[in-house]
T-cell receptor
Framework: ELKVEQNPLFLSMQEGKNYTIYCNYSTTSDRLYWYRQDPGKSLESLFVLLSNGAVKQEGRLMASLDTKARLSTLHITAAVHDLSATYFC???????????????FGKGTKLSVKP | GAGVSQSPSNKVTEKGKDVELRCDPISGHTALYWYRQSLGQGLEFLIYFQGNSAPDKSGLPSDRFSAERTGGSVSTLTIQRTQQEDSAVYLC????????????FGPGTRLLVL
């Protein structure tokens, strides 16, 4: 069974602090995405990682992908309240066979940034 | 330009009734995807369309669920004889083609089965 495991699932941070969210997956893939979801809202694409060693940065967020370790990280630098949301990683299995569709999502990390 | 739209935004129905959920993808996007988001199961893939055909229906949870897409545009997800466990947010996404990296998600339809 294909698995995508995120940790932590809940994260309470103080403003100004740094932290990393981890996304481990159990299948072969070199495409992984990070999405953000605000309460009651839909998913917003944050990062598209398409190869081993890929690193993308946007503001206080930086995502990386290690396909050999089957691990992606989302690093938060100097957190601010506006970053409070749920963050999902999704592994793209299109082209790798199997019968689970195209994206396998982690359970999400609910981030709360407090003053 | 317009994003992915879904209707209705909220739907409350009684157990045993049929419901239809609609998705309007971004104009020109050939690929369309349906997902379900629930507290217990997280985000689950249901089905995707390439044009009007659905090469992968593997995620549909039971034969009460069906979907169609007409004219390469609008898609309808139908749930027959709804059950309480069908309560979830149903998300639709589209992309320019099946292999495209980014899927653009709609706002979702929140379904509550009483």
């Amino acid at each position: 069974e294909l698995k995508v495991e995120q940790n932590p699932l809940f994260l309470s941070m103080q403003e100004g602090k740094n932290y990393t969210i981890y996304c481990n997956y159990s299948t072969t893939s070199d495409r992984l995405y990070w999405y953000r979801q605000d309460p009651g809202k839909s998913l917003e694409s944050l990062f598209v990682l398409l190869s081993n060693g890929a690193v993308k940065q946007e503001g206080r967020l930086m995502a990386s992908l290690d396909t050999k370790a089957r691990l992606s990280t989302l690093h938060i630098t100097a957190a601010v309240h506006d970053l409070s949301a749920t963050y999902f990683c999704a592994v793209d299995i299109r082209g790798y066979g199997g019968s689970q569709g195209n994206l396998i999502f982690g359970k999400g990390t609910k981030l709360s940034v407090k003053p | 330009g317009a994003g992915v739209s879904q209707s209705p935004s909220n739907k409350v129905t009684e157990k045993g009734k049929d419901v239809e959920l609609r998705c309007d993808p971004i104009s020109g996007h050939t690929a369309l995807y349906w997902y379900r988001q629930s507290l217990g199961q997280g985000l689950e893939f249901l089905i995707y369309f390439q044009g009007n055909s659905a090469p992968d229906k593997s995620g549909l949870p039971s034969d009460r669920f069906s979907a169609e897409r007409t004219g390469g545009s609008v898609s309808t997800l139908t749930i027959q004889r709804t059950q309480q466990e069908d309560s979830a947010v149903y998300l639709c996404a589209s992309s320019p083609r099946w292999w495209a990296e980014t899927q653009y998600f709609g706002p979702g339809t929140r379904l509550l089965v009483l």
